[in-house]
């Protein structure tokens, strides 16, 4: 087992466009963490140069106790698991699953050990192990590059996007095998993805990257609660948060440019009068109909209806707030909005404020 650690981390290609921008975080010894952002920023630039994959420009990545700058990949002990499987065709299960073993020179029956135990651990049955891969499904693929990673035993398993190929049902599940799979072996983990969800659900500690540059790093919550810009407040959650240009005024209020007032919870806030500001709030937590505040600073909203979407477990209210879009999440119990216009009511505490040039949080 090995803690993961990245100190100021480039990646500058020839022609100078530098791909990984200084990115420094540690992995604890056992825990998950997830590289989460769209495609092009990084993330998985950032999960070859870990591997040995791609070289580290500036910067010193270390595994356990040893910098790994210098290291060839086989050298890192590390083991990955990629997006398109790369299992070899000709193969049997068994033998792709063996294959790093035996060139390492490991012993035939501590390979057969090892195998069958992560067959086991996998749910893959002895006829499984005797197939070709074109005559598995893309689940059981999956597994079985996850065993032959499994079999090597590493100090840090790397992920790339290895879900991706997986239908919608089938990535749930394989989502969940493989979190439960982490947590039993306690191996140290990065994941990359650009799916949130998948991301919010896998991380112990969630990695937010975005053109280049780590925006975020957090437990997962942490991050959904306390977005430390709006980028990354508009990337994590689904659907996600609803962005309100406004300007501070005195008494934890901001005025909206439809005229509307906005409470916030001043305490949580450095922001003098006057300052023009982004205010966020997350579809989720808005609830619809004009019942009294239940804490001070707490404000409705006057709202106009675009479209409803019915989603089953609940609905989402597309609506105006004069010019600007806004989104609503409503449960499956919550009273279906009648007419054109409707009330929000937003809680001050759940109300983000973001500088209006930066984009970070105030």
């Known amino acids: 087992m090995a803690e993961v650690v990245l100190q100021d981390v480039k990646k500058i290609y020839p ?21 989460v952002g769209p495609s092009g920023c990084g993330k998985s630039t950032l999960l070859r140069m870990i591997a040995g994959l791609e070289t580290i420009t500036q910067g010193e990545a270390r595994i ?12 890192r002990d590390i083991a990955m698991v990629f997006q398109n499987y790369a299992l070899y065709p000709h193969m049997s299960v068994f033998d792709n699953m063996a294959y790093g073993l035996r060139n390492r020179k490991t012993p035939e029956d501590e390979i057969e050990t ?27 693929r999956q597994r079985v590059a ?39 072996l306690a191996t140290t983990s990065i994941y990359v993805t650009h799916d949130q969800l998948e991301a919010m659900t896998l991380a112990d500690m969630l990695v937010v990257m975005n053109a280049g540059r780590m925006e975020q790093a957090g437990a997962p919550l942490e991050v959904y609660e306390k977005p430390a810009s709006m980028f990354v407040a508009g990337f994590i959650g689904s659907p996600p948060m609803n962005f309100l240009p406004a300007t501070i005024e005195a008494g934890g209020v ?25 205010a966020g709030v997350r579809p989720e937590l ?62 001050a505490k759940t109300v983000h404020l973001f500088d209006m040039e930066t984009g970070r949080r105030l």
């Open 286 to 347: 808005v609830r619809i109909g004009a019942a009294p505040a239940t804490a001070t600073g707490d404000t409705t909203l006057d709202l106009t209806i675009d479209l409803i979407e019915e989603l089953g477990m609940g609905r989402l209210v597309h609506a105006r707030l004069g010019s600007r879009e806004f989104t609503i999440v409503q449960g499956p119990d919550e009273a279906r909005p009648q007419g054109a216009a409707l009330t929000a009511q937003i809680a």
């Open 114 to 140: 090892r195998v069958r135990e992560a067959a086991r651990i996998l749910e893959l049955n002895d006829e499984m192990l005797k197939r070709k891969p074109r005559q598995l499904s893309g689940g059981q």
């Open 254 to 278: 901001v005025r909206l440019e439809s005229g509307q007032a906005l409470g916030y919870d001043a305490t949580q806030f450095a922001a003098s009068a006057g300052r023009k500001v982004m």
């Open 64 to 75: 356990g106790e040893r910098r790994v700058n210098e290291l060839e990949p086989m050298e």
């Open 146 to 184: 996850m065993g032959r990673a499994i079999v090597r035993k590493p100090s840090v398993f790397l992920f790339d996007e290895p879900l991706s190929n997986l239908d919608a049902k089938l990535r749930v599940q394989m989502r969940v095998e493989i979190r439960k799979l982490q947590r039993a």
């Open 15 to 35: 022609g100078g466009f530098e791909a990984v921008k200084g990115v420094s975080f540690a992995v604890p010894d056992g825990k998950m963490c997830v590289l």
